[in-house]
């Protein structure tokens, strides 16, 4: 069973620069997640999809971080303009049913910014 | 916001020992509790997952909870230097506002020495 798949892998911007990242998710997987881990720290929640609706986007900083998950499938992370306290790296996590006990969250690789 | 404490690392122990790893957390109604094991400059796997207080055994790991005391715990039995990584605590929430939302300790760095 393929993974989830996220890019680019790594990225380099200046600040107020745009990036976006991409992820698809586990087949059949209906809750999406996107997490921020900067370095030394435990992964943070930005937004959390069931299917194409937006769950949880409480801890997204949405004057600069967009998300959406149009088809129910692959998403998008967006920031625009980047600062230099976003450098991190971004998560992309999926669950079968992220609403209930045992359901297994599965990470992808990440996507690595530096903003500079 | 959901505070989940890791006992602060790094941690060192020698190879066949036993790794103690600890975590408090604050909400009450949290009822799945995750560890994850982070190598660097790779993604969380998730190595045990808790429900129920009292012990879970898978190998050489086991997961330790205590509802009461709000506290959950990892065990390392014959530490090999392949477990050196860092193992994150995770603690989830199926009700309420922040139905399904995953929370985080800074996590613990583990290395375990030849």
């Known amino acids: 069973e393929a993974g989830v798949a996220q890019s680019p892998r790594y990225k380099i911007i200046e600040k107020r620069q745009s990036v976006a990242f991409w992820c698809n998710p586990i087949?059949?997987?209906?809750?999406l997640y996107w997490y921020q881990q900067i370095l030394g720290q435990g992964p943070k929640l930005l937004i959390q999809?069931?299917?194409?609706?937006?769950?949880?986007d409480s801890q997204l900083p949405k004057d600069r971080f967009s998300a959406e998950r149009l088809k129910g499938v692959d998403s998008t992370l967006k920031i625009q303009p980047a600062k230099l306290e976003d450098s991190a790296v971004y998560l992309c996590?999926?669950?079968?049913?992220?609403?209930?006990?045992?359901?297994?969250?599965?990470f992808g690789e990440g996507s690595w910014l530096t903003v500079v | 916001q959901k505070e989940v404490e890791q006992n602060s690392g790094p941690l060192s122990v020698p190879e066949g020992a036993i790794a103690s790893l600890n975590c408090t957390y604050s909400?009450?109604?949290?009822?799945?509790f995750f560890w994850y094991r982070q190598y660097s400059g790779k993604s969380p796997e998730l190595i045990m997952s808790?429900?129920?207080?009292g012990d879970k055994e898978d190998g050489r790991f086991t997961a330790q909870l205590n509802k009461a005391s709000q506290y959950v715990s990892l065990l390392i039995r014959d530490s090999q230097p392949s477990d050196s990584a860092t193992y994150l605590c995770?603690?989830?929430?199926?009700?309420?506002?922040?139905?399904?939302?995953?929370?985080f300790g800074r996590g613990t760095q583990l290395t375990v020495w030849p």
């Open positions: 999809f069931q299917n194409n609706g937006v769950v949880d």
């Open positions: 808790i429900y129920s207080n």
């Open positions: 995770a603690v989830k929430n199926d009700r309420g506002s922040t139905l399904g939302r995953l929370y």
């Open positions: 909400d009450r109604g949290s009822q799945s």
């Open positions: 996590a999926s669950s079968f049913q992220g609403l209930n006990s045992g359901n297994t969250i599965y």
């Open positions: 087949s059949g997987h209906a809750t």
